[in-house]
C-alpha cells in the first residue's frame, strides 16, 4: 500500500468501521456430484450459476464432475449444490494415476473411480505401502525378477 492508500483508509468516514475487506483468489473447484441425465446437468449448472463470484462451470456427466472457476468458496459451492438439487456433493476426491506411488494399495484404489484416477490419500494408515521403509522395500527387490543383481538361487 502507498502513503496516499494509507491515508485515506484512515480518515475514511463513509463506512461505520475501518474494516479491511478479505479479497478472495480466483480458484477452480472441482465437485464430485451424481448427474444421471441432462435434467440433473441443467438442476446443477443452474443452481451453481447464480452464485455470486462464478465465471464459468464446466460439467463432464460420465465422470460426476463439476468445474467451477471463480472468486468463490469451495465449501460454499459444495453447500449450494447440495442444497438446491439434493444430491450428494463434495470436493473431487480422485488424483491422476500416474501422481500415486502404489495405486492398488487398499484404501486408494476404487472401482467407483472414472478412468485414470485413484482416490487421494494423505492418511499412511490407508496407504500401507507407502510406509515401508528402506530395508523391506530392500528385501522385495533383491528377489525381483525385474532386478538383474537379483538372487541367483532362484
Known amino acids: 500500500m502507498g502513503a496516499l492508500d494509507h491515508l485515506s483508509n484512515i480518515f475514511d468516514c463513509s463506512s461505520g468501521g475501518s474494516r479491511l475487506k478479505k479479497r478472495r483468489q480466483l480458484q477452480t473447484v472441482e465437485i464430485k456430484v451424481k448427474i444421471d441425465c441432462e435434467g440433473c446437468e441443467r438442476r446443477v449448472r443452474r443452481a451453481v450459476e447464480g452464485m455470486k463470484g462464478v465465471q464459468s462451470v464446466d460439467i463432464e456427466p460420465k465422470q460426476h464432475k463439476l468445474t467451477v472457476v471463480g472468486y468463490v468458496d469451495p465449501e460454499k459451492v459444495v453447500a449450494r449444490v447440495a442444497h438446491r ?29 472414472p478412468a485414470g484416477y485413484v482416490r487421494y490419500s494423505e492418511d499412511p494408515r490407508v496407504n500401507q505401502l507407502a510406509r515401508a521403509s528402506s530395508t523391506e522395500v530392500r528385501y522385495t527387490t533383491a528377489f525381483s525378477d525385474e532386478n538383474p543383481a537379483a538372487c541367483v538361487v532362484m
Open 85 to 113: 438439487t439434493g444430491k450428494k456433493a463434495e470436493i473431487w476426491p480422485y488424483v491422476p494415476y500416474d501422481t500415486v506411488g502404489h495405486p492398488y494399495a487398499a484404501g486408494v484404489y476404487d472401482r467407483k473411480a
